[in-house]
């Protein structure tokens, strides 16, 4: 079965707490463990970036509640695409503490592909996976 993903930027809703932020991070873990996908969200307290993958009735379940949460503004689409493997099946959502820089930098990076490239070539590529790949490694790492 082929795996689909999907990556995102978007504004944080005017007065979005961080205890209803982690409310809707836990409610997405449980739908997206039920739906197959896997994933991560990036916050640096303005900005979202959410990658997550999975098969593609999942991925679509999954994206159609995003579009319709009132949690975030002005999401634009980065990249959306077929993946040979999970690049992230770490969790079924997991937020992650991001600062503004590395937010940005995911919001500018190439995503025109989603395959992690090489450890040795991840350190400055201007991959958004590896970006993310290299953003998320410490995190596993720690788990």
Known sequence: MPIRAVVYASEVAEGLSIEHLQSLVAD?????????VTGVLLHD???FVQYFEGPEDGVASVYE????????TGLVELARGR???RQFPYWSMQ???ADQLLV???????WSRFKISEPENIAGSVWGIDVLAAAVAPHVQAA
């Open 28 to 36: 997405a873990a449980r739908f997206n463990r039920v739906a197959g």
């Open 45 to 47: 307290g303005v900005r």
């Open 65 to 72: 509640r995003v579009l319709q949460s009132s949690s975030h």
């Open 83 to 85: 993946v040979s493997t």
């Open 95 to 97: 937020q992650l503490p």
């Open 104 to 110: 940005g930098r995911l919001a500018r990076a190439d």
